[in-house]
């Protein structure tokens, strides 16, 4: 992942969206004011929000199914995990 100025990035916008969809890079781009964003591809967006949706319905069937740990459970075997 690379990141750039905004100057920089408007400069240069057509090539880092070549690069961004050709080589499945990920730009952050940045302002004076601290402000930034990150150039994806469409296709990467869209893959990701796909898996999200799904992983949120996934979630909801398990929770429906009450297969699920509750808090203090979860937090004990994290623990366990974490001390191996």
Do not use: P, W
């Not at 150039?39 to 297969?67: F, P, R």
């Not at 699920?68 to 001390?83: G, H, N, P, Q, V």
């Amino acid at each position: 992942m690379q990141a750039l100025n905004y100057t920089n990035a408007r400069n240069n916008l057509k090539n880092i969206i070549e690069d961004v969809c050709d080589n499945h890079e990920e730009v952050i781009v940045t302002t004076k004011n601290n402000k930034s964003v990150v150039i994806i591809s469409l296709d990467e967006y869209n893959a990701t929000h796909a898996k999200i949706k799904q992983d949120v319905q996934n979630a909801i069937k398990e929770i429906q199914k009450g297969d699920f740990l509750d808090i203090d459970d979860a937090f004990e075997i994290a623990k366990k995990s974490y001390r191996a």
